[in-house]
């Protein structure tokens, strides 16, 4: 019933939710940078208006990177909608973020 | 069954989490490592550009270095084969036309023009070691392949080390500076083994294979420790290398599992032989 029910959100139109990323980043460096970019720009082309980015810079707040276990940066957290995801790196493979976070539905 | 499902599942996550983590590390795209206490910064890909791109800077340097030296070199040795050669020639000439002017009567004079001649033919002959020393004339008139072979015979002449040859590239037109390059690192390693190696046999090879020219000199002498193959100090197998690299080659340099030592160079055949294509 349980697998019926995913298979069902899976499955469905594009739901106007809002989506909530938190993206865990070490100041400007070269590969945060590019993540952060990477970010802004699947969700203007993906979902935009319907998301919201909280930036962690671990070299200040290293207390939150340690709540949301965060080992390496750039790491982004989908929040909501859950299921939660984790994806590690630049977000350079537009492809496979997009299927991470459940976004390749709204490619076609 | 159903209790069994969640810890699985777990374990599922970790794993796939971890094979992420190994995918960033990997692809060299983490920026830093968040500790228990400290968040530790990691420029990998930045100081890998930066380390490749000074390499880069050394190689191109230690190349320019290297035909620079060469250059003056020639000219050094030009100057003296033609400012010393015919100062020297002439002053010999003139020697023996004072000792034709002399009187048998003036026998203290003429022993001291025939002296005196003596001494011009050595420092003529000096000049010309020195000369050629300075640019083997010999490598532009006969080549390569002869010009080691004269190499290895003098060596063994001075020496009294055992020293052969061999070849299968006789008939190859080389490029002139990998000639030059060759040559010195043909010569470099002779001087080591006669300084260093206490060998009683040495023997060079210069051998054209698939995967590029192939030069070897070994010797059955006492061997070379791993520090003086990687030391910085060691400015003779520093020289060697930079001269192979710089022909897009690679040099290896090692003990010998019987005894002794063996330097190999291999080099692509379209930077040594001309009318290989690249």
Known sequence: MKARKREKRRTAKPVRETYFFRLFVAGNESNSSQARRNLARICEEHIKGHHKIDVVDVLKDVSNAHKNNVLVTPTLILIKPVPKVTVLGNLNDTKQVLAALRLNGDER | ?278
């Open chain 2, 1 to 278: 069954m159903n209790n069994q499902k969640p810890p699985y599942h777990e374990l599922e996550t970790k794993m796939k989490e971890a094979e992420e983590l190994i995918h960033a590390l990997r692809t060299q795209q983490v920026d830093a490592i968040v500790g228990e206490r400290h968040v530790m910064l990691v420029r990998l890909k930045q100081a890998e550009e930066n380390l490749k791109s000074s390499r880069n800077q050394l190689r191109a340097l230690a190349s320019y270095l290297l035909s620079a030296r060469e250059n003056e070199r020639a000219v050094i040795a030009r100057e003296l084969h033609d400012e010393f050669g015919q100062g020297l020639t002439s002053l010999q000439l003139g020697l023996s036309w004072i000792s034709r002017k002399l009187t048998p009567g003036q026998k203290p004079l003429q022993e001291k023009i025939k002296s005196l001649s003596a001494a011009t033919t050595n420092l003529m002959r000096s000049v010309k070691n020195i000369a050629s020393e300075l640019r083997p004339g010999v490598l532009d008139e006969l080549g390569l392949v002869k010009t080691l072979k004269s190499e290895a015979r003098e060596f063994e002449g001075h020496t009294g080390i055992h020293c052969r040859f061999k070849t299968n590239t006789a008939k190859a037109k080389f490029d002139r500076s990998a000639a030059v390059a060759i040559f010195r690192i043909v010569q470099a390693a002779l001087t080591n083994v006669a300084r260093h190696a206490q060998a009683s046999r040495a023997r060079i090879a210069l051998m054209k294979r698939k995967n590029g020219l192939i030069l070897t000199v070994a010797d059955n002498g006492k061997g070379i420790s791993r520090k003086l193959i990687h030391g910085h100090d060691s400015l003779g197998v520093t020289g060697m290398r930079e001269r192979a690299l710089a022909l897009g080659g690679t040099f290896t340099l090692g003990a010998l599992r019987s005894k002794g030592t063996i330097l190999t160079v291999q080099i692509p055949l379209s930077r040594v032989i001309t009318g290989v294509s690249r």
